[in-house]
């Protein structure tokens, strides 16, 4: 009996660790200039965070969101920082770029420590989020219960 359920724990251990090596040695996440993102301003998360589907199977992005200029165009070079504390304070959990449509994204495992600080930035200017962040979509409140991420 014992060695049944030790083997199961292993089996179990093997491949929750197989499909983090997978996740790590098959990174996705946003760059500068790329054009493979879409449907900027929707929440992505309401695809590529569903199991069993052709968007999860894609990208099952842990942070994901859109920076737009103050016009509505595609903010293409900003960047997005995750701070443990507000104001830039602690560590910095992840820093990402945005796209030619203005998409950050990534499928990388991440540490939010039971909640992070957003800050967005360019060359003309910085925005902080003064709430904690828990990962996921921004785009499931910026542009539905609070305004587009937006900076020139
Ligand atoms: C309506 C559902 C839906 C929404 C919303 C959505 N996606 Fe997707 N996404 C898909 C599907 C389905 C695919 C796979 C087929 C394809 O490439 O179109 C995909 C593919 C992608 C890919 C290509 C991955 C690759 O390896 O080629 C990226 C990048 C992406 N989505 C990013 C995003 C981002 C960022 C958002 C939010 C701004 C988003 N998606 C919103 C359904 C969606
Ligand atoms: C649960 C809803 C929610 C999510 C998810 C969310 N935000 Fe926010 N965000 C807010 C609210 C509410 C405010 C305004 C109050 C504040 O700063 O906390 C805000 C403010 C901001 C601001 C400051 C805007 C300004 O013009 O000063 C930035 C920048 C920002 N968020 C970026 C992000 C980023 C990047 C993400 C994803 C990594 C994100 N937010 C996810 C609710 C959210």
């Known amino acids: 009996m014992k060695r049944i359920s030790v083997i199961a724990v292993l089996a179990l251990l093997i ?27 929707q929440n992505c998360s309401s695809c590529h965070n569903k199991s069993g589907t052709e968007a999860a199977a894609e990208g099952w992005w842990t942070v994901a969101g859109t920076v737009f200029k103050s016009d509505g165009r ?24 945005t796209d030619d449509l203005g998409n950050f994204y990534t499928n990388q495992v991440l540490n939010f420590n039971g909640g992070c600080y957003p800050v967005v930035y360019t060359s003309s200017g910085e925005i902080q989020m003064t709430s904690a962040f828990n990962g996921g979509s921004c785009n499931s409140c910026h542009g539905v219960t609070e305004s587009r991420i937006q900076i020139n």
């Open 74 to 97: 595609a903010q293409g070079s900003a960047t997005i920082e995750l701070w443990e504390k507000p104001g830039k304070q602690g560590k910095l959990i992840k820093r990402l770029v």
């Open 15 to 41: 491949s929750a660790c197989s499909h983090y090596e997978e996740l790590k040695s098959d990174p996705k996440e946003s760059a500068s200039g790329d054009d493979e993102s879409h449907n900027a301003g």
